[in-house]
């Protein structure tokens, strides 16, 4: 069993930044982010092979937003340059065996934070 903490969210205006991390309690292959902003549902945002060599990226996010990982410290990160009020949205880590775009390919999951993009 693994477990995923965020943190980093917050509110900020548009136009600013902000930076997620996540941190597993165990070992993890593929791990990715996804969001779910108010009556939407879930959609992936970016994903990180283990080794850092494979990335995939949402085309909404795409040249703003950054996703790495540090295999030392159990950590991905999620840059987000140039927030939108359209980014708005509870934003999940999640771990699994292969890159994948799909919430359903994923097997562990944190508990959310909240990324709120002001106009």
């Known amino acids: 069993q693994v477990q995923l903490v965020e943190s980093g969210g917050g509110a900020v205006q548009a136009g600013g930044s902000l930076r997620l991390s996540c941190t597993a309690s165990?070992?993890?292959?593929?791990m990715g982010w996804f969001r779910q902003a108010p009556g939407k549902e879930r959609e992936f945002v970016a994903t990180?092979?283990?080794?850092?060599?494979?990335?995939y990226y949402a085309d909404s996010v795409k040249g703003r937003f950054t996703i790495s990982r540090d295999n030392a410290k159990g950590t991905v990160f999620l840059q987000m340059n140039n927030l939108k009020p359209e980014d708005t949205a509870v934003y999940y880590c999640?771990?699994?065996?292969?890159?994948?775009?799909?919430?359903?390919?994923?097997?562990?999951w944190g508990q959310g934070t909240q990324v709120t993009v002001s106009s």
């Open positions: 990180i092979s283990w080794s850092g060599g494979t990335l």
């Open positions: 999640a771990a699994g065996p292969l890159i994948r775009t799909f919430p359903s390919d994923y097997k562990y």
């Open positions: 165990g070992s993890t292959a593929a």
